[in-house]
């Protein structure tokens, strides 16, 4: 590697939407309106590479506190790997993640890789699809979660992720062409859901709930407004067996799987009430 024509820099918004753009040609599918929910998060948290002013590598490490970061996007172009470009923006990547607990969904394969640089597994995921259509429960009613107080929706949130998310979640809850679905019991928020437009179908993501019966009204809710014939996704923590059965009992088919690692201890976060992460980028 010539380091005399690499270059690590912070990416722009425009930079931020070219890798999206590369994480779609990997197959990762992302939402095609998350660049402001990922950009307000920490637009200092993503990181590019150029050669000859070309860029050619990125990686996401968005400090969502002082005590925990989440890598994603790590990404170099085909025609580039296996030259240490990766390598270099990695260690530029966890060098601002310095003092954080990182957290990372990867590829299995590449666990070793990220065992050598501390990081150690969790639990794994795994990508479901499903086809969209069918008819919402009707045991519970649902409420638009984007008309309820903000706190409340944040409150329920802090449950299931390491570090508080506000700008994050506030955006990711309005998303242009989303779905976002609570459900109560005597006013209080017992579980919610988002549905969002991805570069292919849709996601469901996250699905949190407080047992399996609400996981399943706001998955059957937020799957009937998926086109008949168009497919979803489900990213599923494997160790949650209720989420499991779920998946199983609408015939949702396994895509791929992918490792949550830490660099610190695991977070105490509630996986039992996770039958669906936000997201494999930012977490």
Excluded at 86 to 103: D, M, S, T
Aim: proline share 6%; with cysteine.
């Amino acid at each position: 590697m010539s380091k005399n024509h690499y270059q690590i820099k912070t990416m722009t918004r425009d930079g931020l939407l070219r890798a999206i753009d590369w994480a779609a040609q990997e197959g990762w599918n992302p939402g095609v309106h998350d660049i402001e929910s990922f950009y307000s998060t920490d637009p200092n948290g993503f990181l590019m590479g150029y050669l000859n002013d070309e860029p050619i590598a990125s990686i996401s490490v968005v400090k969502y506190d002082e005590h925990f970061g989440f890598l994603g996007f790590y990404i170099v172009k085909p025609e580039h790997r296996g030259k240490g470009y990766g390598l270099a923006l990695w260690q530029a990547g966890l060098a601002y993640l310095q003092g954080c607990n990182i957290g990372l969904d990867g590829v299995v394969d590449q666990q070793s890789n990220y065992r050598q640089s501390g990081f150690t597994l969790a639990y794994n995921n795994i990508r479901f699809e499903g086809q969209g259509g069918g008819r919402p429960s009707t045991r519970t009613a649902l409420v638009d979660l984007t008309t309820m107080p903000f706190s409340e929706v944040e409150r329920y949130d802090r449950a299931f992720f390491p570090a508080p998310r506000t700008a994050f979640l506030r955006k990711w809850i309005h998303q242009p062409g989303s779905i976002a679905l609570g459900i109560q019991h005597k006013g209080i928020l017992q579980g919610y859901g988002v549905l969002r437009p991805c570069q292919e179908g849709f996601k469901i993501g996250p699905l949190f709930a407080n047992g399996p019966l609400q996981a399943e009204v706001l998955f059957l809710a937020l799957k009937s407004h998926v086109p008949a014939k168009l497919n979803f996704y489900l990213d599923v923590p494997r160790a949650n067996d209720a989420a499991m059965a779920l998946a199983e009992k609408y015939q949702l088919t396994p895509v791929f799987s992918t490792a949550r690692m830490y660099t610190d201890a695991i977070p105490d976060i509630s996986l039992d009430r996770t039958f669906g992460v936000t997201t494999f980028e930012l977490g």
